[in-house]
């Protein structure tokens, strides 16, 4: 009995064996099949430093830290006994999208590259020339001179699941052709200075020299280029982003037809709209993206956008998160009509605005302060404010606002400093214009004390609303 019961275990044990082994997924086929059109990249830059500027970065070019400084620091002034002239050298991949030799790459592995080598996995090599860059993307286009290439299938970044497998080819550290696999962790994710990419977030192992790879879904379609990884260290560590193929794919069509990229923009400075944020505006839930400051003379203000102002629908398709409407804005061709729907005054309101073109950013030159108010008292916010002077409205181009010269109780204030200008009070969606300290306290007074108020703020060049959880009992300290 006991015999034939270590039997019946071991059978089961081996049925169960073969069937995860079923359930794991196979690469091979897919690699085999794939990998040939991937390819490794290789950039030359000759640098010339002025005085005692020297190498960048404190790492030998032949040092896989090297990249990833290039990538992600700034060149810093270099070390002295260093040779003034020398060449920087760095390492990326790609993947070819035609037969007659285009290819797809990461913006920043090709950026300022005096030479281009793309080496092909039949280690034939060939000097690539550059047809055009994104940097708002990351993506480049370039071209060797060759024909008959194999070529990779593009598939549906939207048709992807969290959870799904995926898998990364390229060149980490220079290892040529090296396979990772993991898993998709998100989608849509939104970095700090990334306004035109929902990248898709990944665990597959990514490291320097990955940058512009493709990313794999079980078909054996490229989904996404791999760009960039969070990291502390400098290496993998368990999270990697993606730009969409799909996006990529619409910026090269874009190079190849005109060597750049043309952008829509309507001229606003937008922020996320928290519940609080939705609470004081009247919104139901928290939806759309929160108009800060409308540029002068831009599309927006044209088309009557004012701050305050809730954008919920774009050329109808709704704002989610305010993430959502520079990537829409500027997917829209410069000079077409659409409508955009906004919410104001507890109102929803559709106006038509004819779209912009970007253009480079400019640097904002920050506003002078004024002399510090006699009156040290302060308010029920517990912020210590003084009206503008008339040379600081026109400096500021406003008609009033309360200057803040101190921050008192500041636990739960940490968003509001001094120097910032308060210009407008929004409740129940109704935007107040700020005009004088007596009037500022008469609508503070109308609050209880765990009331959450939303302002309007002016910081520098820019606008925002800061939202403040609960009030003082009283004014004063």
Known sequence: MKQLLVAFFLTVSSVLAQADSRGLPDFTELVEKQGPAVVNISTTQSVRSSGRNAQPFPFDESDPMYEFFRRFIPRQPGIPGVPRDYESRSLGSGFVISTDGYLLTNAHVVDSADEILVRLTDKREFKARVIGTDKRTDVALIKIEATGLPTVRLGDPGGLKVGEWVIAIGSPFGFENSVTAGIVSAKGRSLPQENYVPFIQTDTAVNPGNSGGPLF???????????????????????????????????????????????????????????????????????????????????????????????????????????????????????????????????????????????????????????????????????????????????????????????????ARVDLRPGDVILALITRGENIEIKSSDQFNRLLAQFDKSANVTLLVRRGELQTFVTIKGLTERRGE
């Open 217 to 411: 879904n079980m078909k054996g379609e490229v989904v996404g280029i791999n760009s960039q990884i969070y990291s502390r260290s400098g290496g993998f560590m368990g999270i990697s982003f993606a730009i969409p193929i799909d996006v990529a794919m619409e910026i090269q069509a874009q190079l190849r037809a005109n060597g750049r990229v043309s952008r829509g923009r309507i001229g606003v400075v937008i922020q996320e709209v928290t519940k609080e944020l939705a609470e004081s505006f009247g919104l139901s839930k928290a939806q759309g993206a929160a108009v800060n400051a409308v540029e002068k003379g831009g599309p927006a203000e044209k088309a009557g956008i004012e701050a305050g102002d809730v954008i919920l629908r774009f050329d109808g398709k709704t704002i989610g998160s305010s993430s959502d409407l520079p990537r829409i804005v500027g997917s829209t061709k410069p000079g077409s009509r659409v409508t955009i729907q906004i919410w104001r005054k507890g109102a929803i309101r559709d106006v038509s605005v004819v779209i912009g073109e970007i253009a480079e950013e400019k640097v904002a030159s920050r506003s002078s302060r004024s002399a510090k108010s006699p009156d040290r008292t302060a308010n029920r916010l517990g912020l210590v404010v003084s009206e503008l002077t008339a040379e600081q409205k026109r400096e500021l181009k406003v008609n009033g606002g309360l200057l803040i010269e101190d921050v008192r109780n500041n636990a």
